[in-house]
């Protein structure tokens, strides 16, 4: 069983920035492809990055391509989403994922375990 707990969130206003951080309770983290989602009220869940489990290959959701960067440091057991420039359509609870696979995924059911989610909101 793998533990996800997020820290990072926070209310902003557009055009700032926040890191997300989502520690993982596994020495194994290293086998894990992660990714973070979102979720606002009223919508589905939504990817919004991932990378691989050696921290090489990236995807992004196209509507964060050039402002989000995710990350990651296998010796801490931790991942990170840096979001810059941030607009109140960015305004959702984000959660970490990891999936016992190499290569991320959009998909939410490739991922076995998640995070209890952290707030974000951006003000206009």
């Known amino acids: 069983q793998v533990q996800l707990i997020e820290s990072g969130g926070g209310l902003v206003q557009a055009g700032a920035s926040l890191r997300l951080s989502c520690a993982a309770s596994t020495r194994s983290f290293r086998n894990y492809a992660v990714a973070w989602f979102r979720q606002a009220p009223g919508k589905e869940r939504e990817f919004v990055a991932g990378v691989d489990s050696r921290g090489i290959r990236t995807l992004y959701v196209d509507s964060v391509k050039g402002r989000f960067t995710i990350s990651r440091d296998n010796a801490k057991n931790t991942m990170y989403l840096q979001m810059n420039s941030l607009k109140p359509e960015d305004t959702a609870v984000y959660y970490c994922?990891?999936?016992?696979?190499?290569?991320?995924?959009?998909?939410?059911?490739?991922?076995?375990?998640w995070g209890q989610g952290t707030q974000v909101t951006v003000s206009s």
């Open positions: 994922a990891a999936a016992v696979r190499y290569t991320s995924s959009p998909s939410p059911g490739e991922y076995a375990y």
